[in-house]
Structure formats: structure tokens, C-alpha cells
């Protein structure tokens, strides 16, 4: 019985934590988009976007605390050839983190992205955020070899689209480099995907 009041207590906690909070879609502030980098620089699991991408040339969406527009979290887009849209980057800050504030970021923003029509990449390595894109509908590929296999197009828009658009930034290259020299980082990635319906 006291287990079942804990997990009742603990979803009124997070339902009292999101009615605090917003979603805004708009590039990041300096101020903002530097300490979201700063943090990101400590994650061996994310490669990282620079500061001119949070601060206007990527979509982003900005989580915001009502009461003070405290930032709590962030969510960087990047809209790419051949019609897809890569969530590139689902960020909350470490004192707001197990309110339930990532998923209701994500699912919020992905209802907006989702007007678009645009097919939805995400990589990803923590549990987390597998259960967030299942929960929201995307398909889960264990590797890049199971998403592209037997798919021509498929191997086209990995192989060649994507890490083209994706590397052509050499903030992101040099990153990759630090992180995999610094904390042995080796980036094996899930994706998922989800059609527009």
C-alpha cells in the first residue's frame, strides 16, 4: 500500500512541477545557449552543437520555469535534405531532471515539428530515451547497419546525406575527437524513426 502511495505522491509532484513550466519555441539566448554548451561539454554520450546553433542557425525549443523564466532544459532540431528532421539534442538542466520535464519537452516540440510532415531521426544511447521514443511513436533500430539494411535510400540518407550535413561543422568534429580522447566516448548509437502519418 505504501509503495502505491509513494508512486500516486510522486506523479502529483511531477503534474505540479510541468504546470510550472513552458515550452517556447525560439532560439536560445547567449547567456543560455553557453551554459547549455557548458554542460554538454561534461556529457561523453553528446557530441554537441555549437553556440551559434543554439542561438538561432538550428530550431530550437526553449523550457522555461513561468514563475521566473528560468531556463530548465532545451531541444535542438536540425532540419536536413531529403525531407528529415533529426531531434538532435533533448537537454535538461541536472536540478530539474526526474520531474518529468525531458519527456514533456520532447513530446511537446515534436507535436509542433510534427506539422511539417517530415520524417523524425533521433540517436540516442541511454535508456530513457528509448522509452520516450517508443512512448512517442518512433521506431527503434538497434544499430545504423539494422535501420539501413536492404534499403538503398536508407544507406544514401546515412552514409552520405546525413553525415555530410551533420559533419560539416567543426565545432561538432573537433568535439566528437575530445570526447572520445578525454572520456573514451564511443558514441554506439541507437536510432529511431517516426514517419509523419
Not at 554538454?40 to 557530441?47: E, G, L, R
Amino acid at each position: 500500500m505504501k509503495q502505491k502511495e509513494t508512486f500516486f505522491e510522486n506523479r502529483v509532484l511531477n503534474q505540479l512541477a510541468l504546470d510550472q513550466v513552458e515550452v517556447q519555441r525560439r532560439p536560445l539566448t547567449r547567456e543560455e545557449a553557453i551554459k547549455i554548451a557548458q554542460q554538454i561539454n561534461d556529457s561523453p554520450t553528446i557530441t554537441g552543437y555549437s553556440l551559434s546553433e543554439w542561438a538561432g542557425r538550428r530550431d530550437t525549443f526553449v523550457l522555461l520555469r513561468r514563475s521566473t523564466n528560468k531556463l530548465c532544459g532545451a531541444l535542438l532540431a536540425h532540419h536536413m535534405l531529403g525531407n528529415w528532421c533529426e531531434i538532435a539534442v533533448v537537454f535538461i538542466e541536472r536540478e530539474y531532471r526526474r520531474n518529468g520535464y525531458g519527456k514533456y519537452l520532447f513530446e511537446t516540440s515534436l507535436r509542433t515539428l510534427s506539422y511539417s510532415h517530415k520524417k523524425h531521426l533521433l540517436f540516442f544511447s541511454r535508456p530513457a530515451m528509448e522509452k520516450m521514443a517508443r512512448d512517442a511513436g518512433f521506431q527503434v533500430y538497434e544499430s545504423e547497419h539494422d535501420f539501413v539494411q536492404k534499403q538503398p535510400l536508407r544507406w544514401l540518407f546515412i552514409k552520405f546525406f546525413y553525415k555530410v550535413q551533420w559533419l560539416s561543422n567543426f565545432y561538432r568534429i573537433r568535439e566528437l575527437l575530445r570526447k572520445k580522447r578525454e572520456f573514451g566516448s564511443k558514441f554506439h548509437f541507437k536510432i529511431a524513426v517516426l514517419h509523419p502519418e
